[in-house]
Each structure stands twice: as structure tokens, then as C-alpha cells.
């Protein structure tokens, strides 16, 4: 065994790597949010009187800032209610319960989940085998006994999808001793439109949107992180500046600018180099933007990976925008190579609708008037090469590279 450590703790570059930890690090001042955080909180503020919120809907793309400011407001309101508290005035019971719905696909998941994070650990009850009405009822019984204000919060509550009920049912409680506030949020601005009409109106009693970030922005928010997290001499404003310009062309999303400047962080410290450089910036762009890729693409059904994979065939070979009947062809052959049966041309749709929420590729809904009616074309969002490469490095579908030569 060698004897030299293949360790290398020597550090030029981070004083502090964790605080380019996307999820663990929240900043203690929010970059250009002052007015999504005064609407927030003005829709909170009636619970520091001990009277009911108003439910609150959140809504922007991914990493526009909405779970930290979130965090930021619940943090405040906590910290708030403890004064309140400590003063003598009367008491205000506040319970707060925060939960991401990411892998809860239902309202009956939600429930049973709140249900859970309520209950102490002997008294949980199984995601099964129960029937919706005891599980709700259980839940309402739950929280009646926690009694005061109790503010759930639902990050990505958009994978509930159709079955609104839990925000229906947490947003008009009619519970003795507990008053209940829902806050909502998601980058589906399409769940918003397809909710039911009477869980609209009590869910979004107050609306909030978070805009995508421009460029100066998010060159602001690289700039508090690099002061906490770089040492002074291992940056400049160039590649500061590069990184946030990419992220702003992209989606404008916080996550990926920081999750740039990490990137080229690592990669200068990798070749010891003493400070990152745009080199460094452009190198890091091209891995995060793989690594993004491909876990999208792991996470989409088998079905929603031939979608795409035919998105790409079509963009190679040049036929993009494309519409849903000619993508169905290049979907049925891809299907074919892997010996399934294409789904409907509706469930094609309803794939592709999935792959632009993720941001892989555009929907764009056409209306060719009354001869041509109205019809979705489709455009890949991403570098073909991006995708190809991902479908490479993934076992997941395996990409027969011939097929996007070859005539279908
Ligand atoms: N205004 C801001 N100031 C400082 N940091 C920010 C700001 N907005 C976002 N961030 C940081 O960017 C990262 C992504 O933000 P966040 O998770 O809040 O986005 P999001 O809108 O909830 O995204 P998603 O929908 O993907 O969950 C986090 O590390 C967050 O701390």
C-alpha cells in the first residue's frame, strides 16, 4: 500500500465549501426579495395576533429562491412569536409543519405522511391499507389536539397532481381547537391553473410569484456566497460574473449559478491552481449541465425517456419544432427497439408536458386558426449532445446511436 495519502486537504480555493451546499446552506439575507417577503409577510402576519393566516400559494420556477424564502419567513416568525411570547402578552401557540411532497404522489400520500410527522414513532400508521376518510379523520383529530395556529407548509406540492382533496381538506378546516393556515408551493404553473375551482379559491387566498432571476442578480447572490465560502484571493469578478451570466441564459435559476461556481471551484482545486479562472468556469458549466440531464432523465418513466430520446432524434436530424404526430412516429420507433408497445398519442403529450416542466424541452400550444385547429409543437431545451450524452452515461435506456441517422 502506498504510503502517501491520496488525501489532498491542502486548501487555495474554499474557506468554507458547505455554504455552495445548494440545499443545507441558507443565506442569512435574500438577494432582491424584498417584495415577494413583504407579501409574504403581510399574509402571515395576522398569526403573530394569534388569528388564522391567509393560505398562501407560492409559485415560480426551479431555484427562484422560493423554499428559502420560505425558510427565511418561518425562521422570522418563529424567532417573532418567541418575543411575543417572552414579553408576557398573551400566549400565541404556534405549530409549524413542513413537508416536501417530492416523492408523495397523491393527497392520500400527503396525508398519511402529515399524519406521521404529527404522531409520535409508536403510533405511525403504514402508507396502505387504510381507507382515505380514517386517515383524514385521524389527521383532523391530530391536529385539533395540537390546537392553536398550526401553519403547514407543502413544498412541490404539484406532485399530488390532480387529487387536490388534501389542499381542499387543509385549506377549509373545520376543526374545534386548532386554527390551520396551508402554505403551498411549486414551479408548476400549470397545477395554479388546474385546480379545482373551490380549492382555488381558499388556497390561493394570497398569490405569490417568484420571477426568474436575471443575470445581475444571481452575480449577487455568487458574490454573497464567494465572501463566505472562497478565499478573497481565489476569485475576481470575471469568473463570478461568467457563471452567473450562464445560469441567467439558462433558466435564471440560483441553484445552478451556485451550483456553476462550486463546480469550478472543485476543478480549480483539482489542478491546484490558485484561483478559479473562466476556464474553470466554462469547464464547470459543461459538467453541472450533464449532471443536471441526467438526473432528470432518471427520473422520467421509461416511457417519458423514449419521449425525449425522439425529441433528440428529431433534433438531429433537424425537424424541430416538431408536432405531436410526426414526434409519435419517432417515439413508436424508439419503442419498438426496446420491444414495448407505444402508449397513446395522448400519453405522449401528457410525457412531453412532464419533460418541459423539468425543463428538457418546450411546449408550445399553436393555433392554426380554423382550418389547422390547435396543436402542441415541441423543441428539445437542451444541447442534443447533452442529452445523448446522458442517455450514454445512464444504463437507463440504452440510446441506439444509429437511430438518429438512420430513416424511420
Ligand atoms: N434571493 C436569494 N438570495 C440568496 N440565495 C438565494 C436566493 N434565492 C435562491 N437562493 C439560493 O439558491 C438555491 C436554490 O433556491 P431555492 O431552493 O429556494 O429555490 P426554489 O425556488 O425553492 O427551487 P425548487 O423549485 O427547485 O425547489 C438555494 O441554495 C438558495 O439558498
Not at 106 to 125: G, M, P
Not at 390 to 406: G, I
Request: charge should be negative; include cysteine; proline fraction near 3%.
Amino acid at each position: 500500500m502506498s504510503r502517501k495519502s491520496p488525501f489532498n486537504t491542502a486548501q487555495n480555493i474554499f474557506t468554507d465549501r458547505d455554504v455552495f451546499d445548494v440545499e443545507g446552506f441558507q443565506p442569512k439575507e435574500l438577494i432582491e426579495r424584498d417584495e415577494q417577503i413583504n407579501e409574504y409577510a403581510s399574509a402571515l402576519e395576522p398569526v403573530l395576533n394569534g388569528w388564522r393566516p391567509n393560505n398562501i400559494f407560492i409559485y415560480g420556477k426551479t431555484g427562484t429562491g422560493k423554499t428559502a424564502t420560505t425558510r427565511y419567513m418561518l425562521d422570522w416568525l418563529r424567532r417573532d412569536i418567541e418575543d411575543h411570547n417572552e414579553a408576557g402578552d398573551d400566549e400565541i401557540d404556534l405549530s409549524i409543519v413542513y413537508l416536501n411532497c417530492e416523492a408523495l404522489t397523491s393527497s392520500y400520500q400527503v396525508a398519511v405522511e402529515l399524519l406521521n410527522e404529527l404522531r409520535d414513532e409508536h403510533e405511525q400508521v403504514a402508507t396502505r391499507g387504510h381507507a382515505p376518510s380514517d386517515i383524514y379523520n385521524w389527521l383532523f383529530e391530530e391536529l385539533d389536539e395540537i390546537g392553536g395556529v398550526v401553519l403547514t407548509v407543502l413544498d412541490e406540492v404539484d406532485n399530488v397532481g390532480d387529487d387536490d382533496t388534501i389542499l381542499y381538506k387543509l385549506s377549509r378546516p373545520e376543526i374545534e381547537n386548532a386554527t390551520l393556515g396551508v402554505v403551498g408551493i411549486s414551479n408548476d404553473f400549470s397545477f395554479r391553473d388546474d385546480l379545482s375551482a373551490k380549492v382555488k379559491d381558499s388556497l390561493c387566498e394570497k398569490e405569490i410569484l417568484f420571477p426568474a432571476y436575471g443575470s445581475e442578480e444571481l452575480r449577487e447572490i455568487l458574490f454573497q456566497r464567494a465572501e463566505k465560502g472562497l478565499h478573497a484571493d481565489a476569485y475576481d469578478t470575471a469568473p463570478v460574473a461568467l457563471s452567473a451570466a450562464y445560469a441567467a441564459q439558462d433558466k435564471g435559476s440560483a441553484r445552478q449559478a451556485i451550483d456553476i461556481l462550486r463546480e469550478a471551484g472543485d476543478i480549480a482545486r483539482r489542478e491546484d491552481a490558485d484561483e478559479i479562472t473562466e476556464e474553470h468556469v466554462e469547464e464547470a458549466k459543461g459538467v453541472v449541465e450533464r449532471g443536471r440531464v441526467s438526473e432528470m432523465i432518471q427520473g422520467l418513466s421509461p416511457h417519458g425517456q423514449y419521449a425525449l430520446h425522439a425529441l433528440a432524434i428529431a433534433e438531429r436530424r433537424d425537424e424541430t419544432p416538431i408536432r405531436t404526430k410526426d414526434l409519435y412516429e419517432f417515439y413508436g420507433s424508439i419503442c419498438n427497439q426496446h420491444a414495448t408497445d407505444p402508449l397513446s398519442a395522448r400519453a405522449l403529450r401528457d410525457h412531453m408536458s412532464e419533460i418541459d416542466l423539468i425543463g428538457l424541452a418546450t411546449v408550445d400550444k399553436k393555433n392554426a386558426g380554423r382550418a389547422g385547429g390547435k396543436y402542441k409543437q415541441y423543441d428539445l431545451d437542451v444541447k442534443v449532445d447533452r442529452v445523448v450524452e446522458a442517455f450514454a452515461e445512464t444504463d437507463a435506456v440504452e440510446v441506439d446511436e444509429t437511430s438518429y441517422q438512420s430513416t424511420l
